[in-house]
């Protein structure tokens, strides 16, 4: 049976280097196609710049010394669905982002596929 993720890009951003593996891992494990994962909005950037728009995003909030909401706001003004990671408080998401699905660390895989999934409306191709 094939994955419903089988065939979709999937940006991952992520700073921490042992949980962007593991995403980049499960992700390609489930078929994807991984762009990322990028460190730092300059990389998420760069990605987005030079690869066809993604399916949906993974997107951790705290990228060290800075957040991901330019990557978050470019993916939202292209129609691109994403979710973020977080250890932050719901509240401390700014307004225009405070309705976006959420995963909060620590995760597993299951359940970001399971809110991947729920991105892309659970439709397999």
């Known amino acids: ?55 949906a995003a993974v997107l951790d909030i705290n990228l060290g010394r800075q957040d991901v909401y330019p990557v978050a706001d470019r993916l939202s003004g292209q129609g691109i669905p994403f979710l973020f990671t977080t250890g ?8 225009r982002h405070a309705q976006r699905l959420q995963c909060v660390k620590p995760f597993g895989a299951d359940d970001i596929r399971a809110l991947l999934l729920e991105l892309l409306g659970g439709d397999a191709r």
């Open 88 to 95: 932050y408080d719901h509240g401390l998401i700014p307004t």
């Open 1 to 55: 049976m094939t994955s419903p993720l089988s065939g979709r890009r999937i940006l991952v951003v992520e700073d921490e280097y042992l949980l962007a593996e593991c995403l980049r891992e499960m992700l390609r494990g489930d078929g994807a196609e991984v762009l990322g994962p990028a460190s730092c909005v300059e990389d998420a950037n760069a990605l987005l710049d030079r690869h066809p728009a993604p399916d």
